[in-house]
């Protein structure tokens, strides 16, 4: 079934297309609304005719049970009708505004993923999203209804096809239908959260579909952090012959421009080629850092943090992790501590002191060996037990500094740790957020001596000291202690890591990538054994095809192992 909106001009000159690629927050109606607006303002300053906005701009995404509560979808339909009354009353009645909201199913009384139009004053248009998904990251079958009918508009002569997100990964339903309506342009709007090498892969998958409906592709994606996902925009529009005409930078909002030039093209289905500005693709080092950073930063935003505080060891992970608070919210807003006990080394207390220096922080020194010799007094620790202690004391200084400050205390964990459980409950575990939870610790190294280049090309000092880079990784919480001594060395810990837990290799399957026995046994069982930590770690942003957490969820017992 076809639905068709028109409005009364037929001259098909073309259309300026704006595509506002910007950051909601999740049940911020009034917040999401008043930013549609100020784009929509600048967007029809540029003379645009046609601005579009994210998958679920108003409500924000993902809401999940959000959903379900009827006054929010009241509220939520109620702000849509408003903003078209004001973007008339300002003069905008004119241009064609495409957003993204929750709807409901009249029906049986349910959630959908919904695009509405707004347009001289009033909901001009809708669409509901046809496919949802039910993997990975989303829950989106649970929630919603599905919608039943494709939609082509008819803007000043111009045909467009819409579709949402998941509408144009899946074959057939909307797009096949609009293949045979001679649209001129396929419309979708998106939330695709960031992963590592995904890019190209939406690309290809536009350029696909551009050749199945022979019409240019606009594909416009959310950009921001929520909670543990970030959206990294990139919004982009492809031709025909997959040709990329427009791409948008990631990892920021932005109001891009792309003009569908259809004079004298009228029943041909060809757009005449008008690329417009296309951002140059990232690094892969610097995107995967752009995306820790802006999950930290819209974090604090949206819970009202303006500070964070974290131990600083001397060590990478805490160094990286404190550079990308920097970047997130500037130095003057970082509380670095340093906690030495009676093992710490001086080079790691200059390294630490140095890190701070370089990041403009906060620095202040807290020595753990006076709270444990009281602990101790009580307790008589020994062993693992005694180690703990060390680092749960830590815990406390970091958290009272949070209290005391109202600071984000950020976790400073990887990936490689928290899959083998190499990390301490209540300890170097406690904080809000872990912005590096989802990078191996080779990752960790890649990542910190990319941020170090990048410094150095812009005449900067480099943020990390290099000895935090190049010495061998330690707790130090015994004398002499190094990482490896409890795990296999990281450039083969990572490897056996990335295999068992991204590519989901079992057992045989690891043995057959030339792992030996030993190793492959004793990174299952840490893994395996380490869920129960795992459960209770701060989220963080994920950035890979698998985050713990997000969507992996190991056994906690040795009933299966291949």
Not at 233 to 261: I, N
Not at 311 to 326: E, N, P, R, T, W
């Amino acid at each position: 079934m076809t639905s068709s909106e028109s409005t009364p001009t037929a001259n098909r000159t073309g259309l300026l297309f704006a595509l506002a690629q910007i950051d909601t927050c999740v049940g911020d109606l009034e917040g999401n609304a008043a930013k549609v607006l100020e784009y929509s303002r600048n967007a029809a300053g540029h003379g645009a005719q046609v601005v579009v906005f994210p998958e679920m701009t108003l409500s924000g995404y993902p809401i999940e049970d959000l959903a379900f509560r009827a006054t929010f979808r009241r509220a939520a339909w109620q702000t849509a009708n408003d903003l078209a009354k004001r973007l008339q009353q300002e003069g905008l009645a004119e241009i064609f505004v495409v957003v993204g909201t929750v709807g409901t199913d009249r029906e049986h009384d349910r959630p959908r993923n919904r695009l509405v139009v707004l347009h001289d004053g009033v909901v001009w248009a809708g669409y509901d999203k046809h496919f949802l998904p039910n993997y990975g990251v989303f829950d989106e079958f649970r929630i919603f209804t599905p919608g039943e009918r494709s939609v082509v508009l008819e803007i000043h002569g111009a045909r467009v096809g819409l579709a949402i997100c998941e509408d144009i990964w899946q074959d057939g339903g909307p797009v096949a239908q609009l293949a045979k309506q001679h649209i001129d342009v396929l419309l979708t709007i998106n939330g695709s959260p960031y992963e590592e090498g995904k890019g190209h892969v939406r690309q290809e998958l536009a350029a696909r579909r551009a050749a199945e409906v022979n019409a240019p592709v606009i594909y416009l994606n959310q950009v921001g952090g929520q909670d543990d996902l970030v959206f990294d925009g990139g919004s982009f529009v492809v031709g025909t012959d997959g040709q990329l005409l427009e791409r948008s930078p990631q990892f920021r909002e932005d109001l891009g421009f792309w003009h569908l030039d259809l004079d004298g093209k009228a029943g041909e289905g060809q757009e005449a080629a008008q690329p417009a500005a296309l951002s140059p693709a990232l690094d892969p080092d610097e995107e995967v850092y752009q995306a820790c950073v802006l999950g930290l930063k819209d974090y604090m935003a949206k819970n009202h943090f303006t500070g964070v505080c974290l131990g600083l060891s001397g060590g990478i992970d805490s160094a990286l992790v404190a550079a990308m608070a920097a970047d997130a919210c500037g130095g003057e807003h970082v509380w670095g501590i340093s906690m030495p006990s009676m093992y710490s080394s001086d080079g790691s207390r200059d390294d630490a002191a140095d890190l701070a220096k370089n990041i403009g922080a906060h620095y202040e020194i807290q020595a753990v060996e006076p709270l444990f010799t009281a602990y101790q007094k009580q307790l008589h620790l020994e062993g693992v037990a005694a180690e703990n202690l060390q680092a749960r004391i830590r815990g406390v200084i970091v958290m009272a500094y949070s209290n005391t400050h109202g600071l984000l205390a950020l976790a400073t964990g990887n990936k490689s740790e928290l899959a083998c459980g190499y990390s301490t409950i209540y300890g170097d575990a406690v904080g809000g957020y872990a912005p590096i939870k989802d990078l191996l610790k080779v990752r960790v190294w890649d990542l910190a001596r990319w941020r170090n280049r990048q410094a150095e090309a812009l005449g900067e000092q480099p943020p990390i000291p290099e000895n935090s880079i190049i010495k061998p990784p330690s707790a130090e919480l015994r004398p002499g202690q190094q990482d490896s001594d409890s795990l296999p060395e990281y450039e083969l810990l990572d490897k056996v890591l990335a295999a068992y837990i991204e590519h989901a290799h079992g057992r045989a399957d690891l043995l057959k990538d030339g792992f030996d026995p030993e190793t492959v046994d004793t990174v299952m069982r840490l893994v395996d054994r380490a869920e129960w930590k795992r459960r209770q770690y701060p989220l963080g942003p994920k950035v890979t095809a698998l985050a713990f957490g997000r969507d992996r969820r190991l056994p906690v017992t040795n009933a299966f192992r291949e």
